[in-house]
Nanobody, 126 residues
Framework: QVQLVESGGGAVQTGGSLNLSCVASDHTGTSGCMGWFRQAPGKDREGVAAIVPLSGGTSYVDSAKGRFTISHDNAKNTLFLQMNNLEPEDTAMYYC???????????????????WGRGTQVTVSS
């Protein structure tokens, strides 16, 4: 059972930055995809960004393009999400997830991801 532990969330003002981290207990996700998802109260879970660690391929939700960058450090088995120019609409619980299968994982559908962390809260005030 892969364990994922997120950190780096917090409270910032509009325009601020945060760098989320997710440490995985093994390399299960590196054979498929790893991703960041978020869920605000009363809303569905949304795939923010995903990466294929073996190839470096990435995908982003439109609202994150140009502001967020996903990366993976294979040696440290750690996933990152650098978030710049944050907006109040980015306020949510952010989750790290791993998909052992590569097929379709860049579509960022929660159902394709098997392993999940407990989340880290991001709050952006105006």
């Amino acid at each position: 059972q892969v364990q994922l532990v997120e950190s780096g969330g917090g409270a910032v003002q509009t325009g601020g930055s945060l760098n989320l981290s997710c440490v995985a207990s093994d390399h299960t996700g590196t054979s498929g995809c790893m991703g960041w998802f978020r869920q605000a109260p009363g809303k569905d879970r949304e795939g923010v960004a995903a990466i294929v660690p073996l190839s470096g391929g990435t995908s982003y939700v439109d609202s994150a393009k140009g502001r967020f960058t996903i990366s993976h450090d294979n040696a440290k088995n750690t996933l990152f999400l650098q978030m710049n120019n944050l907006e109040p609409e980015d306020t949510a619980m952010y989750y790290c997830a791993a998909a052992p299968r590569l097929f379709g994982c860049l579509k960022r559908l929660p159902a394709d991801y098997t392993y999940w962390g407990r989340g880290t809260q991001v709050t952006v005030s105006s």
